[in-house]
C-alpha cells in the first residue's frame, strides 16, 4: 500500500504537536521517522490509524482518503507494533492472538495463530498470562499481533526499544525476511540509528512538529559532513536552527 500525507497537522489547545507535514511513501518501501522525543512522531502514527483526529490535512492511503467512511475498510489492511502499548494483561498469549485475529477479521484464525506461534517462537509460553512475560517475549508477541492479518501497511513505533541485542537482531532479521515475502509497506520510528540504515529506504527527520529534513541515509549523512546517521541524528537534534 501507498502512503501519502498532505500538509497534516495537530493542535493540542496552545501546543501544535505535528506542524505541516507532507511524506509519501511507496508501496513495499520502508520510511524511518526520526527525530527527538516529543517532536511528533507517535501523534503522526496515531493519526494514520485513525486514534487521533488531525487539526488539518489529508491522510491517502493507495490514493483512498482516510475519512470516517473509509477507516474501516483501510484499517482492515493495516496495524501496529508497539513496546509502550501493552496487550491485555490478564489474557494469555495465545488468548490476545486470537482476540486481535477476530478483531481483524481473519479467516482460518487457528491455522494463522499456529504460524505466528511457529515463525515467532512462541510455543513455550503461549498459555502464559502476556503479563507475565519478559520484555523479549512481549515484543515478539506484539509483533507477531501486528502481522496477524498479514497486513499490507504497518506501523512501527520503536519496536526494539529496551530489547537485548539478540532479540532486537532478530526482530530485524524478521521483518527482512517477512518484507523479502510479502507485500509490506512500513512506517518505522526509532531511535536506533543502525536499525534504521539496516532497515529504511529514506527517512524523515522531525523536530518540534516539523519535517526538517529527508532523504536516504547515505544523502543525509553526506548532506551534513557526517560519518554515520547517529552523528547526522545528533547534529539536527541539537542544533538551534532546523538546518545548519
Given at each position: 500500500?501507498?502512503?501519502?500525507?498532505?500538509?497534516?497537522?495537530?493542535?493540542?489547545?496552545?501546543?501544535?504537536?505535528?506542524?505541516?507535514?507532507?511524506?509519501l511513501i511507496e508501496k513495499n518501501k520502508t520510511l524511518g521517522?526520526?527525530?527527538p522525543?516529543?517532536?511528533?512522531?507517535?501523534?503522526?502514527?496515531?493519526?494514520?490509524?485513525?486514534?487521533?483526529?488531525?487539526?488539518s490535512g489529508k491522510i491517502f492511503i493507495d490514493d483512498i482518503y482516510l475519512n470516517s467512511s473509509s477507516r474501516i475498510e483501510l484499517l482492515s489492511m493495516m496495524n501496529f507494533a508497539s513496546p509502550y502499548i501493552e496487550l491485555p494483561k490478564k489474557l494469555t498469549v495465545i488468548e490476545n492472538l486470537r482476540v486481535y485475529a477476530k478483531l481483524y477479521g481473519v479467516k482460518d484464525i487457528e491455522n494463522r495463530i499456529e504460524e505466528m506461534?511457529?515463525?515467532?517462537?512462541?510455543n513455550l509460553f503461549t498459555n502464559k498470562r502476556t503479563g507475565e512475560l519478559s520484555s523479549g517475549q512481549k515484543n515478539r508477541v506484539s509483533l507477531?499481533?501486528?502481522?496477524?492479518?498479514?497486513?499490507?501497511?504497518?506501523?512501527?513505533?520503536?519496536?526494539?526499544?529496551?530489547?537485548?541485542?539478540?532479540?532486537?537482531?532478530?526482530?530485524?532479521?524478521?521483518?527482512?525476511?517477512?518484507?523479502?515475502?510479502?507485500?509490506?509497506?512500513i512506517l518505522l520510528a526509532s531511535h536506533n540509528m543502525k536499525e534504521v540504515e539496516r532497515l529504511c529506504d529514506n527517512v524523515i527527520m522531525m523536530k518540534k512538529g516539523k519535517i526538517v529534513d529527508q532523504g536516504t541515509c547515505?544523502?543525509?549523512?553526506?548532506?551534513?559532513?557526517?560519518?554515520?546517521?547517529?552523528?547526522?541524528?545528533?547534529?539536527?537534534?541539537?542544533?538551534e536552527n532546523e538546518l545548519e
Open positions: 500500500m501507498k502512503l501519502k500525507v498532505e500538509n497534516l497537522k495537530k493542535s493540542f489547545k496552545s501546543t501544535i504537536a505535528v506542524n505541516d507535514i507532507s511524506f521517522l526520526l527525530g522525543n516529543g517532536c511528533g512522531k507517535t501523534t503522526t502514527i496515531g493519526m494514520m490509524l485513525g486514534l487521533i483526529t488531525p487539526t506461534i511457529h515463525e515467532f517462537n512462541l507477531a499481533k501486528s502481522l496477524i492479518n498479514k497486513p499490507k501497511l504497518l506501523f512501527l513505533d520503536e519496536p526494539t526499544a529496551s530489547l537485548d541485542p539478540d532479540v532486537g537482531d532478530f526482530v530485524r532479521k524478521y521483518l527482512e525476511n517477512y518484507k523479502l515475502h510479502n507485500d509490506l509497506t547515505k544523502n543525509l549523512i553526506q548532506r551534513h559532513g557526517r560519518d554515520n546517521l547517529e552523528e547526522t541524528f545528533l547534529k539536527i537534534a541539537r542544533s
